[in-house]
């Protein structure tokens, strides 16, 4: 199975920055796309940013010019640099990846979180 493990998350104050990382080890071909969500108490769970095979991205309205995913394809892994942070952005951080099984079928897997606080 894929294995998606995430890092790099902590504590900040507001309008600091963090870099978290998340690397996929495991059976697989390929992966497809990557991304980050997020998950706040009480709220649903949202993008936050993804890309994919192309080097094409896309970003929740709420973090444009502020994050920027990136990916290492040779390491199988994805970044998302946040910068300005905001007390809005505490969450539990989740990598999810789209990976192409040696059975040829695109599975989607995901890590098991990492906190990201942000402090006034």
């Known amino acids: 199975q894929v294995q998606l493990v995430e890092s790099g998350g902590g504590l900040v104050q507001a309008g600091g920055s963090l870099r978290l990382s998340c690397a996929a080890s495991g059976r697989f071909v390929s992966i497809n796309s990557m991304g980050w969500y997020r998950q706040a108490p009480g709220k649903q769970r949202e993008l936050v940013a993804d890309i994919r095979n192309g080097g094409s991205t896309n970003y929740a309205d709420s973090v444009k010019g502020r994050f920027t995913i990136s990916r290492d394809n040779a390491k199988n892994t994805v970044y998302l640099q946040m910068n300005s942070l905001k007390p809005e952005d505490t969450a539990v951080y989740l990598c999810?990846?789209?990976?192409?099984?040696?059975?040829?079928?695109?599975?989607?897997?995901w890590g098991q979180g990492t906190q990201v606080t942000v402090s006034s």
């Open positions: 999810n990846a789209a990976a192409l099984t040696p059975q040829w079928k695109v599975n989607a897997y």
